[in-house]
């Protein structure tokens, strides 16, 4: 038994924390996105009581296996005075670049945090996780980072590595190169981080030749890049790459950037590759945690992960939704343009219309770069 749960059943891993807190009515992460794939779920009967679990705040002691005592200490008085001076703010890039200064910013995080880490622990013997809260890949030791104030998906791969395990693969779909996870395993050859994100677009890193020590693969992808191409990469290089490394544990930040109708990303991809993923990936290691991630549309973001949840349970995606879940998608509020009249199939469907097209030379290119040299031991 893992945690209450029957070995092989999947556990979900959310906090009411995402449905009352906010970065700010301006900002790109005042959507929310976690409660709509938790109702989603719940309101398509996916979501037992027993499957369920509330993510802990992660302690002090916890979050130093990584952060700074001094950025920590700079989070929690920026949460209690909704104020930073100005040698915090130059320090720990706190209330500049995005990292907004709001109530819960000291909390959040650190419930993110938690809830990866008890994913880890719910995963020691073997299991799947999905905690969709997850995903703050950016955060560094010492600073915040693209809305990023903590690195949870760091927290949760160094509770694999205090559990033993010396073979993991983290692999990262977000829009957004996934740097602070690379950097912070650069020298751990155990780690293999994988990486797809769109080229040239913040934070300007993850060029296809970085190989961060040896033990990183990076696939910088063309704008517009489409479902056709990414399933060619997933082919014959990213379940390539993760069969050779023969891991015990596979982390997969499941971002939702790349989707097509994102407004702070390019690519031209539909759910299916999230979907496509999430049936892959559990056979390839006894142990799976999927985060969450970046996502700033919350319909095809709450979709996405709600349908991640249904593949890893087996679920049957219904080609149209029943009332309680269209009662949910229809209940959104999202104030860019595209929320002023969204499309029928946000509400009424999980599953996208695939989104094929031609595969273009950059992309067989970027298989050979990454197969073109072996793996660390």
Request: glycine share 10%; hydrophobic share 45%; aromatic share 8%.
């Amino acid at each position: 038994m893992i945690g209450g749960q029957a070995a092989g059943a999947p556990v979900y891993i959310g906090s009411e924390i995402y449905r009352r807190s906010s970065y700010g009515p301006k900002h790109p992460l005042a959507v929310q996105r976690v409660p709509v794939c938790t109702d989603l779920c719940r309101g398509l009967g996916w979501l037992p009581a027993a499957s369920y679990h509330n993510a802990p705040m992660a302690t002090d002691a916890a979050l130093a296996r990584f952060h700074t005592q001094a950025y920590l200490a700079a989070l929690r008085r920026a949460e209690a005075t909704q104020s930073v001076p100005p040698e915090d703010r130059a320090r720990h890039r706190l209330g500049v670049e995005g990292n907004a200064i709001y109530p819960d910013m000291y909390r959040r995080p650190a419930i993110s945090a938690g809830g990866v880490m008890l994913a880890a622990a719910l995963t020691a013997s073997g299991g799947i996780a999905h905690c969709p809260g997850g995903g703050t890949h950016h955060g560094q030791p010492d600073r915040a980072a693209g809305f990023c104030f903590l690195n949870d998906p760091v927290l949760g791969l160094l509770a694999w590595r205090d559990q033993g395990l010396d073979r993991i693969v983290y692999l990262d779909i977000d829009a957004h190169h996934g740097d602070g996870v690379q950097d912070a395993f650069a020298d751990d050859p155990a780690v293999l981080t994988i990486s797809l994100h769109e080229s040239g677009r913040w934070p300007f890193t993850g060029a296809a030749s970085d190989r961060a020590g040896g033990a990183a693969r990076n696939f910088p992808l063309p704008r517009e890049t489409n479902d056709s191409e990414y399933l060619f990469l997933l082919e014959h290089a990213v379940l390539p790459l993760i069969r050779a490394h023969l891991p015990q544990a596979i982390m997969l930040q499941a971002g939702a950037d790349g989707l097509a109708e994102d407004p702070l990303a390019r690519l031209s991809l539909s759910n299916n590759i999230h979907i496509a993923l999430a049936a892959a990936l559990p056979a390839l290691a006894p142990r799976l945690i999927v985060l969450g991630g970046g996502g700033y549309n919350p319909w095809t973001t709450g979709r996405s992960w709600a349908a991640i949840w249904a593949t890893l349970n087996g679920f049957p995606i219904p080609d149209r939704l029943p009332p309680a879940g269209e009662a949910v998608l229809r209940a959104v509020r999202y104030d860019r343009a595209a929320g002023r009249s969204p499309p029928a199939h946000w509400f009424t469907t999980l599953r996208d219309a695939p989104r094929p097209g031609p595969i273009r030379a950059d992309i067989p290119r970027l298989v050979d770069l990454a197969l073109k040299e072996r793996l660390p031991a």
